[in-house]
């Protein structure tokens, strides 16, 4: 995979109850096999409970209608990884198997609201007015996606994009033709 990452940290006393550890990758790139779109997933067993980690790359796009790209990656993300069965035990080899599923990385869904009213809204610091129109909090909400899944509370303003080393979003920090990028904020 390009530029997807992950690193599970356990700590020392939970080390010797960590038990089939195990890499899947799959991409979503281009023509479906190029590793600039797509996941890398871990998954282990602690005690009884498996775990399973999905760090993922999805399409972008702040067009409307771009956040079913974004739905179809994680459909194929999750048809497609896989993980072997294991010596003796009969391990969950999909991921929606396991007994804790943990999505994240760079999800890239939007906020499905005119780029100034964002930004003004993110001035007003009013987080339920921008979660409202979270793709991925509607998606979530209309039960179409990511089915019965939860996210935990947000109470902070959106992380993307800032510029380097500040707390200002791209596009109001450049001039020239760097700021002819504009962002809307967005999680």
Known sequence: ????????????????????????????????????????????QLHETSFCFVCSHLASGGREGDEKHRNSNVSEIFSRTSFPRGPLLDLPRKILDHDLVILLGDLNYR????????????????????????????????????RGWHEGEIKFAPTYKYCPNSDMYYGCCYHGKAAEKRRAPAW
Not at 5 to 28: A, D, N, Y
């Open 111 to 146: 906020i499905s609201l005119p780029e100034e009213t964002t930004r003004l809204l993110v001035e007003r610091k009013q987080w339920d007015s921008l979660l409202e129109n979270d793709q991925l909090r509607m998606e979530l909400m209309s039960g179409s996606m990511l």
């Open 1 to 44: 995979m390009v530029g997807i990452l992950i690193s599970v940290w356990v700590r020392r006393e939970l080390r010797p109850f960590i038990q089939h550890p195990s890499v899947s990758c799959v991409g979503c790139g281009i023509m479906g096999c190029l590793g600039n779109k797509g996941s890398v997933s871990v998954r282990f």
